[in-house]
């Protein structure tokens, strides 16, 4: 799969270890930031820069961190098509692939630790959408919204 990854400083380290852990994985992984650590950049450069990306079609998904996840979270949901969601457990992070057609992976960085996400990575990246019609119809009234802004 090909996948964006990208964090503030509050989330660089764990990046870095995930895009390894991605990587090794064989998936195809770019890093789309923070380069560097330093503490006054912000968590919507970086949740736009991933949005966008996957949005466009650059990538099939994207990990976003940050300190939290939640910045990063209401930051990447403001990207038409981007359905960003914040995940702390194995459930979540498969189930919103499945039922809502998840793209974006976001978790914080100062709430989980390394295990714990590498296994979030893992069920999202496996996870599938169902297609189902339920899951169809509540997809397709949650892009009715975003149309209307």
Request: aromatic content about 6%; hydrophobic content about 45%; charged content about 25%.
């Amino acid at each position: 799969m090909k996948l964006a990854l990208a964090s503030d400083h509050a989330g660089f380290e764990l990046k870095q270890h995930l895009l390894g852990v991605v990587k090794t994985a064989g998936h195809d992984a770019a890093d789309l930031g923070a380069l560097t650590v330093d503490p006054a950049d912000d968590y919507p450069d970086f949740a736009e820069t991933l949005g966008r990306a996957v949005a466009k079609g650059d990538f099939e998904r994207g990990i976003l961190i940050c300190g939290s996840g939640v910045g990063a979270a209401v930051a990447a949901n403001k990207i038409k098509g981007v359905r960003a969601g914040l995940c702390h457990d194995s459930y979540s992070a498969h189930q919103g692939v499945e039922h809502d057609d998840m793209n974006v992976l976001v978790f914080g960085s100062r709430v989980i630790g390394p295990a714990l996400a590498e296994d979030l990575v893992r069920v999202f990246l496996a996870a599938k959408f169902t297609g189902e019609p339920r899951h169809l119809r509540r997809l397709q009234k949650v892009k009715a919204i975003e149309a209307r802004g």
